[in-house]
């Protein structure tokens, strides 16, 4: 049984991998062009980048879960591995390599019940700056019925809606690289631990950054917002910081790198000629739509009307050459993924999605994203079917759906293929007319799936029996092994050679 | 025509020397088959238990030095895998460092934590399995009433005496349940249980120590006295 759930979960992790390495392609792709076109008008370079993945890994306490009735259910994206250590996938932010500042929203909610006292953590914020760092997040008890939802062995995906009904995505809009600037909107974020994020300290590569279990001093704050999960003077875990940004530097540093969580119409089926190097020769502009998806680490408490019917059946066959991507693997978005949602991976609210659905325009995507040598064509032809903007309200309960919990933990993401569909969800509140698809080529109807995964607190060895410590093959084997020597030996001295004459027979 | 005969003439009386029923050319065969295969069977065996436990002594000697660079690092929750605490045994003049978890894999290297369960010093039962073989469990059942158990964490040591010892069968998992015995009932005293397979060479039965917390001692005042003339 145990191992079942094992496969299922495993599959499930690396579809949402999949789907987050493709969708961080593909944001990357789509920022690269705008910021790309805008980096030609805008003359002063600014050294604020857009954070584009990363993680963010806590495991809250050290002990969290050592009690029998612990529950976990995770929402938005939200991950945790086998030794009970959550993963939020990034969602937005903005870091400044030069000065080692910035702030980073992650995505994703937690909620551990623990002893019928339960808390929500909820879109964490790492306010990245030195010695006075903070993480941040939105701290509250779930909602009325905690553990009617998803509770039982609903690992998988169950979309239910309503389902975690305190999932308040923050609509931190704030990427401002100002320190401090982060609990600017949304649900007031609760100053969980101080950290201390030194710039000297960070692992780099690339554009990825890591802070690895960096100690986490709890607050005030904290305390009080945590009682409820931890016991008498435990003390949180170290946090483990990763971050990739972007190669350009965004535009206007300060404020808006990430623009506003409502998607703006952006180009549509025109191709964009964007400069950089990302998107060069492809035709597939659109990218417009991402950036800014990027900003909104998540939508909307509500189950937004997710614009699920667009069926864009894209057809365009044409490559485009993607230098960005450092690994030369293609990235080609096939079949049902909600692949449109690049942004949805890196920046939870893929508000520019649904959007898509509001053109009735068949806008020719151009999907393929190529690297290195590889070409991939895919063949896509945008036809969007119902015209009018939320269409279908989709269910999608945690708004935060983006799923990137960067498999890749700090490098950007840049290859792979996804054929599967995307538990990105994505509800943009607004219906933006933005008509071109995202460089990918999503055909199908998207689906808005949120993934609920409710873990046994713990992973117990065995829970039904006491551990094997001895193997109990070795007495048959020994006595079968004896038994052949004392046989062979029989037999060989039965018909040992002698030396018969025929006469003597 | 002359020429055969004479060629003959003594290959025919090599033949009739050598000649023996073809079933005791099989018989032969099938002797020296069998005691190949019985040979190594009997070694795979041996290798099953020695070989383990050979292999377990040499992990345990990376474990220690491990063990002390996370102590030293202050290094946060246990990890699967990975040393948690040390157990010492005076009377079997043993001890381990023991790793987080009781998957077949963890225990290649030690005993084992059950993940679920308490941590050394807490109300609730420490349980760890271990391997019944010689660098392991292998005597455990020689632990009377009374005997003294260590477990040494980073900030302590926690003085447990044995106070039972039982044979269960392996679904019995209510002796590691945080009240060993009662399951489900909220503990109130601090134990620590051992389990390891029984009989020796085999694995239909467990052997089970509980042991009670009687006193522990912070690490900065040294050594319990308990430990003393132990390695």
């Known amino acids: ?505 | 025509m002359t020429h055969l005969v004479e060629w003959d003439a003594p290959s025919r009386r090599r033949t009739e020397e050598d000649w023996e029923p073809p079933s005791r050319r099989v018989g032969r065969m099938l002797g020296e088959l069998m005691l190949t295969a019985g040979l190594v069977l009997v070694l795979f065996a041996a290798y099953a238990t020695y070989g383990k436990a050979w292999r377990i002594e040499s992990e345990q000697n990376a474990l220690a030095g491990e063990l002390d660079r996370s102590w030293a690092a202050s290094a946060g929750r246990p990890v699967e895998g990975q040393p948690m605490a040390r157990i010492h045994i005076p009377k079997l003049g043993r001890q381990w460092a023991v790793v987080e978890g009781v998957s077949q894999a963890d225990l290649r290297k030690g005993p084992g934590h059950y993940p679920r369960t308490a941590q050394p010093g807490q109300i609730g039962n420490v349980a760890i399995a271990g391997h019944r073989i010689s660098s392991v469990f292998w005597d455990v059942d020689r632990l009377d009433r009374g005997d003294v158990i260590v477990a040494e964490t980073r900030t302590g040591w926690f003085v447990y005496r044995v106070v039972r010892q039982r044979l269960v069968l392996p679904r019995q998992v209510e002796v590691i349940a945080p009240s060993p015995g009662r399951p489900g009932e909220a503990p109130r005293k601090a134990m620590l249980t051992l389990t390891t397979c029984n009989p020796k060479f085999q694995n239909w039965q467990r052997l089970v120590v509980h042991a009670e917390l009687v006193r522990e001692q912070a690490k900065s005042r040294g050594r319990p006295a308990e430990l003393k003339g132990h390695p």
């Open chain 1, 1 to 505: 049984m145990r191992s079942t759930s094992n496969g299922r979960m495993r599959s499930a992790r690396r579809r949402v991998g999949w789907l987050s390495t493709l969708g961080l392609v593909q944001l990357l792709a789509g920022g690269l062009a705008t910021v790309g076109a805008m980096a030609t008008v805008s003359a002063p370079a600014p050294t604020v980048r857009e954070v584009t993945g990363g993680s963010l890994t806590w495991a809250v306490a050290e002990r969290l879960g050592a009690g029998d009735h612990v529950e976990v259910t995770l929402s938005g994206g939200a991950e945790r591995d086998r030794e009970g250590v959550f993963r939020f996938p990034a969602a937005g932010g903005a870091y400044d390599p030069e000065t080692g500042t910035g702030t980073v929203t992650y995505g994703g909610s937690v909620t551990v019940v623990r002893d019928h006292k339960g808390v929500v953590i909820a879109n964490p914020v790492v306010v990245i700056d030195g010695a006075d760092s903070t993480l941040r997040a939105e701290v509250g008890t779930p909602g009325p019925t905690p553990t009617a939802a998803p509770a039982p062995t609903g690992a998988g995906e169950t979309p239910p809606a309503g389902a975690v009904p305190m999932v308040t995505p923050t609509e931190n809009a704030s990427g401002v690289p100002v320190p401090g600037a982060s609990d600017a909107d949304g649900k007031p974020l609760t100053e969980l631990a101080r950290l201390s994020v030194v710039k000297d300290t960070a692992d780099v590569r690339g554009q990825a950054v890591t802070w690895t279990a960096v100690p986490a001093t709890a607050t005030e704050a904290s305390a009080g917002a945590l009682a409820g999960l931890l016991g008498d003077d435990e003390a949180l875990t170290p946090v483990t910081i990763a971050l990739t940004y972007d190669q350009e530097p965004a535009l206007g540093a300060g404020e808006g790198l990430l623009t506003s969580g409502s998607p703006t119409p952006s180009g549509s089926s025109t191709p964009s000629p964007s400069s950089s190097p990302c998107t060069s020769g492809s035709p597939s502009a659109s990218v417009g739509a991402t950036p800014s998806a990027g900003s909104s680490p998540s939508a909307d408490p509500t189950p937004s009307p997710c614009v699920s019917p667009s069926s864009t059946v894209s057809h365009s066959p044409s490559p485009s050459p993607s230098a960005t991507c450092p690994t030369s693997a293609p990235t080609t978005s096939a079949g049902p993924s909600a692949s449109a949602s690049p942004s949805a991976s890196a920046s939870p609210s893929a508000s520019a999605d649904p959007s898509v659905s509001a053109t009735p325009s068949s806008s020719q995507a151009l999907s393929a994203v190529t690297g290195g040598a590889n070409v991939v064509l895919v063949h896509a032809r945008t036809m969007t079917e119902s015209p009018s903007p939320s269409a279908s309200p989709s269910a999608s309960t945690s708004p935060s759906a983006s799923p990137s919990p960067s498999p890749l933990g700090t490098t950007s993401g840049c290859p792979t293929t996804s054929s599967s569909p995307s538990p990105s969800a994505s509800g943009s509140p607004s219906p933006s007319p933005s008509g071109s698809s995202s460089p990918s080529s999503s055909p199908t109807p998207r689906k808005t799936v949120t993934q609920h995964t409710t873990l046994p607190a713990v992973n117990t060895g065995d829970d039904d029996t006491l551990a094997k410590t001895g193997d109990g093959y070795v007495i048959p084997l020994m006595t079968l092994g004896i038994g052949l020597i004392a046989g062979g030996g029989i037999t060989l001295r039965a018909s040992r050679r002698t030396v018969y004459l025929r006469d003597d027979l």
